[in-house]
């Protein structure tokens, strides 16, 4: 294998699509392969927090963040040092340093002297991968390798902050909620949607989005207004009555909103591959990874708005 190829890796999140961050022609392939407009940054990967220093500065409060988080679903956006291309940065001065909480990744990455740049393995705007085939359906052609390490645990990509003056600015919700980080870091935390700090370059308003339309509403109401198409529907734990053409997906049957995160862009993928007309789902309790996945369902119904 070349040193500059891309590899698919398994992490606790969703897949990522791998190569060598110090590495520009490989970093290139990454924004080529993925359609990702050159702008928007890559997040490196380390085995552990003692490897993050070559690359990037811990200031005392992302250390904390660190030392309660990682590895786990928390990227951290740090002042990164002249070695990390500015590629990698689309560049800034900051750059997104994630340690994934996978056996497998996490033994190649101690394996290597660099860091992995990835984002998640899918075509740009579509929806992230949570398994191998996931990552081969999208990218299949572009890569050499996809490392198998199952379906991933959480099913939505890692939270990220950065560190400011006196608060710490949530970028993405995931896994680590607001409430954690504001006990670890003792801060408030700004949520940028809501306050003129700046959007982070990837979080733009559609994304996560499937081909199908997709609709977030009462599922029961939307039904009705739909009796001609074929319909399939997301829910968190319910089945709903009065659909003829279509098919229910019920994420977590028992309720359990973790699990329902799990299989989300599972379900997704599977909706897009059976070119249903439309997605009709519901705002998930949004509490806990509620949250996320209700964000990246606005997201996903964006693009059709
Ligand atoms: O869970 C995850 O974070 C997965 C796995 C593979 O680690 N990765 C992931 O990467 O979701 P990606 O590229 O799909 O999303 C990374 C987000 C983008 O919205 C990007 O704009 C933002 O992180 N980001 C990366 N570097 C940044 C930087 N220097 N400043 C601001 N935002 C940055
Ligand atoms: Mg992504």
């Given at each position: 294998m070349e040193l500059n190829e891309l590899v698919g890796i398994p992490t606790e999140t969703v897949y990522g699509l791998a190569a060598n961050a110090l590495n520009e022609e490989a970093v290139i392939k990454i924004y080529r392969a993925?359609?990702?407009?050159?702008?928007?940054?890559?997040?490196?990967h380390l085995p552990s927090i003692s490897a993050i220093e070559p690359y990037a500065v811990l200031d005392?409060?992302?250390?904390?963040?660190?030392?309660?988080?990682?590895?786990?679903?928390?990227?951290?956006l740090l002042n990164k040092k002249d070695i990390i291309p500015d590629l990698v940065t689309a560049n800034s001065k900051k750059v997104a340093v994630r340690i994934p909480q996978h056996p497998l990744t996490l033994k190649l990455l101690d394996l290597l002297n660099f860091p992995l740049a990835a984002p998640s393995a899918?075509?740009?705007?579509?929806?992230s991968a949570t398994s191998a085939q996931h990552v081969i359906d999208g990218l299949g052609i572009d890569i050499a390798y996809v490392l198998d390490g199952g379906l991933c645990d959480v099913g939505l990509e890692s939270t990220i902050v950065e560190v400011v003056e006196n608060a710490v600015i949530m970028h993405r919700i995931g896994a680590i909620s607001a409430e954690e980080i504001a006990l670890v870091s003792q801060l408030k935390v700004i949520d940028p949607a809501k306050s003129d700090s700046p959007v982070t370059p990837g979080?733009?308003?559609?994304?996560?989005?499937?081909?199908?339309?997709?609709?977030?509403?009462?599922?029961?109401?939307?039904?009705?207004?739909?009796?001609?198409?074929?319909?399939?529907?997301?829910?968190?734990?319910?089945?709903y009555d009065g659909l003829i053409n279509g098919h229910q997906y019920v994420l977590s049957p028992n309720g359990d909103i973790n699990e329902?995160?799990?299989?989300?862009?599972?379900?997704?993928?599977?909706?897009?591959?059976?070119?249903?007309?439309?997605?009709?789902?519901?705002r998930f309790p949004n509490e806990g990874l509620g949250r996320a996945i209700n964000e990246r369902?606005?997201?996903?119904?964006?693009?059709h708005k």
């Open positions: 993925k359609d990702r407009p050159s702008f928007n940054p890559l997040i490196i005392p409060i992302s250390e904390k963040l660190a030392h309660a988080f990682m590895p786990g679903p928390l990227t951290l899918n075509k740009s705007g579509y929806v979080q733009m308003k559609s994304h996560y989005a499937t081909n199908v339309p997709l609709y977030i509403g009462n599922i029961e109401a939307m039904i009705q207004e739909h009796p001609t198409k074929n319909i399939a529907t997301i829910s968190f734990n319910k089945s329902a995160a799990q299989h989300l862009f599972a379900v997704m993928r599977l909706i897009d591959d059976f070119h249903f007309d439309i997605i009709l789902t519901e369902l606005e997201r996903a119904q964006a693009i």
